[in-house]
């Protein structure tokens, strides 16, 4: 166990619906990450947070956005869902902002239909 | 950005045995590289990581080490188990964020 929770574990809904994924940090970890896993895509960097500011970007599309809260937890809104979209959604914490460990949590496995 | 590349996509090795991974990464900044072990279904799993001001690190069974020059990096693995098959990535920390790039993956297999 990693220390970072993930809810839920499993989501499936319908193309064109929006979901939103939450992952809280380890205790003490103020960096949160959100990454894609796609069978053709492989691990893909979405966004991270810092201590409650968007840190960097990767190739997010602009249907999905994120955002981290006071308590540091984070959410990533994903909406107009289309068939791609489906993948295991993972976030991983670390410590502060820099080349630290990244620990990641159990992910979301969304389905869309 | 980062590009890393690793090889190979799979390895099929016999209980004892050593598995090696090799990776490669573009970025000559980039200072951290880390590797992780996913199971099926499963969360990837930091098993060992090393910083560029490093050439070895070693954690039991488990090596990794690194070239600053060639711009590459390796797992070892030896004396391997049932309990290793998985699919291991490389990645490397962008030097400016500190977003991890992963590699492709392998999948080890390890025959009993």
């Known amino acids: 166990d990693s220390g970072v929770t993930q809810t839920p574990k499993h989501l499936i809904t319908a193309t064109g619906q929006r979901v939103t994924l939450r992952c809280s940090p380890r205790?003490?970890?103020?960096?949160v990450y959100w990454y894609q896993q796609s069978l053709d895509q492989g691990l893909q960097f979405l966004i991270q947070?810092?201590?409650?500011?968007?840190?960097a970007k990767g190739n997010i599309l602009e249907r999905f956005s994120a955002q981290q809260f006071p308590d540091l937890h984070s959410e990533l809104n994903l909406s107009s869902l289309e068939l791609g979209d489906s993948a295991l959604y993972f976030c991983a914490s670390s410590f502060r902002d820099g080349p630290y460990e990244q620990y990641f949590g159990p992910g979301t496995r969304l389905t869309v239909t | 950005g980062e590009n890393v590349e690793q090889h190979p996509s799979t390895l099929s090795v016999q209980e004892g045995d050593s598995a090696v991974i090799k990776c490669t990464y573009s970025?000559?900044?980039?200072?951290?590289f880390p590797w992780y072990k996913q199971e099926l279904g499963k969360r990837p799993q930091l098993i060992i990581d090393?910083?560029?001001?490093?050439g070895e690190k070693k954690d039991q069974r488990i090596a990794v080490t690194l070239n600053k020059t060639a711009k590459h990096f390796s797992l070892h693995i030896t004396e391997t188990q049932p309990e290793d098959s998985a699919v291991y990535f490389c990645?490397?920390?962008?030097?400016?964020?500190?977003?991890?790039?992963f590699g492709a993956g392998t999948t080890v297999t390890v025959r009993a």
């Open positions: 947070y810092y201590n409650g500011e968007e840190r």
């Open positions: 205790s003490g970890d103020l960096s």
């Open positions: 090393i910083r560029s001001n490093v």
């Open positions: 990645a490397a920390s962008d030097p400016n964020d500190y977003k991890l790039s």
């Open positions: 970025d000559s900044a980039s200072n951290y």
